[in-house]
């Protein structure tokens, strides 16, 4: 291996070397956002904690309430900010390449709404959560994460399997895709709604809390298991980053290089839904992320996925912590719901895709 | 060596192409001339396995394309389609794609070597950093040669390479596409619609007609009774410096 790095230097030209480091400078830069955003958003909160004390509890001091603050309240928030928006932005940015549309993400295709239907029939149906009633802000624990994460992958991937039979069967255009996703999404949110109906109130309000987005939400072992789930995606995705680029060259050329399109395809679906999945589980509904995080970094590093996917996902993650921030400092104490603040967001950036005319082409 | 066998193909029980045989040797550029629906394309997407075919084999030095896998094929069969799907890639790295096949977790320093020479032998080596969505037509062509030098192939096919280029760019393409063959020692098939093209730098012509080989061999094979069996045309070959040209003569519909 060192052998070729040298070869590397003696005949890969200059610029292109230049050219690599600009776009691993990119990934560095975005790391740095993410960690200084991380740190910011550990200092900011309702509990008004001075930074020595913040220290001091991270270090293993503090007063007892001073560690439950940050190792319950604080921590757990960030670190769902960041793998959420790293699975979102990551399945939008494997779904954009598979199914060669730019408007693909799991919101927009009805995947999340799926998800959520899923969720919520877990919920109300299946009695899988929704226990305690202390306060409205804690009412929502989910008895068996298990149960509602399977179900929410179950919805999630009702949809992949329409859409990914309509571009088979029908071979259908991006935008007949996207308008394929719109009725699904209203279907589900469809679905849900009447769930809701036949809902008691603790179950309504955790369903209710599922349209919203919440990042306070999931607890340790459930950040855990979204941890683990996004970073195996993320290695599969990564491990394909070339078959992506091949694929981004047309399905033909990509089956002249070797590549396995149909497999790579069904099983690149498959994470996706999986992760966006388990992401709405536990969060509820972020839309747009997914969507435009990619977007915004292909500004920066182009079409290659060997930048593009990593890239995507600290985009993500960002764009959920920033999100949060301002959901809590818009309206303090309160924090409003994340997915309000992404829609916000999201939908004139979505709009500016069309207006641009990149999107469907 | 390349040997096609009895090879055929049919959309349900639509004949497309019927018990083509022959075979090519590397460093020899080979011409695939007919009609458009004589099957030239499907012949080529049967080669590369973009499609199946109903029955028949392809060989490439003794061992069947059947049996290898995606991945195998790719290391010794290039293919350079029609149209091609452009992202916003460099073209550096959209050469460097042609080394898909022989990479494991990532291109090695062989890797980038290999694509820089090929990037060389195709004039774009000042156009490295370039986006490819954003060159034109004749520069696009060139760089997917460029890829398809680049993943060493033992056979190239190309698909119609020249029907969107200007003349120039058309005569320069063939002259690349006739230096692979003759410089890298890659077996060329080549679908092409400009006889004259063909005649000035491919070595053999396999003429289908039906879906099946009507006549192949050198030069003599596009003769005018073949073409006129070919192509329902009428044309006289002359000589020019040494070269066969095709001058159509075509009848002008009379209305009395």
Known sequence: ?361 | MIEIQNLSFSYGSRPILQDVSFSLEQGECVAVLGNNGAGKSTLISCISRLRRPSSGSVLIDGTPVSQMTRSQLAQQVSYVAQKNELSHTTVFDAVLLGRKPHMKWGPSGIDYDVAEHALRAVGMEDCRLRYVNQLSGGEQQKVMLARAIAQEPKLMLLDEPTSSLDPRNQYESMELIRHCAHGHNIAVLVVIHDLNLALRFCDRFLLLKDGTVFASGGREAVSSENIRAVYGMEATVEQFDGIPMVIPRFQRHESS
């Open chain 1, 1 to 361: 291996m060192d052998l070729h790095s040298e070869q590397l230097h003696t005949c890969t030209p200059d610029s292109y070397r230049l050219f690599l480091r600009r776009k691993r400078l990119v990934t560095l830069v975005l790391l740095a956002v993410l960690a200084a955003l991380a740190l910011l958003s550990l200092t900011s909160g309702s509990a008004g904690l001075s930074l020595a004390e913040l220290a001091d509890t991270l270090t293993g001091g503090g007063t007892a309430q001073s560690r439950a603050i940050v190792f319950h309240v604080r921590l757990p928030r960030i670190a769902v900010a960041i793998v959420v928006g790293a699975a979102l932005a990551l399945s939008g940015c494997v779904m954009q390449n598979v199914l060669r549309n730019p408007l693909a993400s799991a919101s927009t295709l009805g995947v999340s709404q799926g998800a959520a239907f899923g969720a919520a029939l877990a919920i109300i149906a299946l009695d899988a959560g929704a226990q305690n009633a202390a306060n409205a802000a804690t009412a929502v624990t989910i008895s068996s994460p298990g149960t509602v994460t399977l179900c929410a992958f179950l919805g999630g991937l009702a949809t992949t399997a329409v859409i990914l039979g309509l571009c088979r069967l029908r071979s259908a255009s991006p935008s007949s895709m996207i308008l394929a996703g719109v009725a699904l999404s209203s279907l589900f949110s469809g679905a849900t709604t009447l769930l809701q109906y036949f809902a008691d109130d603790v179950q309504l309000s955790a369903v209710v809390y599922w349209t919203f987005g919440d990042l306070g939400r999931p607890g340790w072992s459930e950040i855990r298991l979204m941890y683990a789930v996004t970073l195996a995606a993320f290695l599969y995705f990564l491990w394909n980053r070339w078959n992506y680029n091949a694929l981004s060259s047309g399905v033909q050329t990509a089956k002249s290089l070797g590549v396995s399109v149909d497999l790579l395809s069904y099983i690149s679906m498959g994470l996706c839904t999986l992760i966006a999945s388990v992401a709405v589980a536990f969060v509820g509904i972020v839309s747009f992320v997914g969507l435009i995080a990619p977007h915004i970094v292909r500004r920066f590093v182009g079409s290659d996925y060997r930048f593009l996917l990593p890239c995507s996902a600290l985009a993500g993650s960002i764009l959920l912590l920033l999100g949060d921030l301002a959901a809590k400092a818009i309206l303090p104490p309160a924090i409003l719901p994340i997915g309000a603040i992404t829609s916000f967001l999201g939908a004139p950036l979505f709009l500016l895709l069309i207006f641009r005319g990149e999107a469907l082409r």
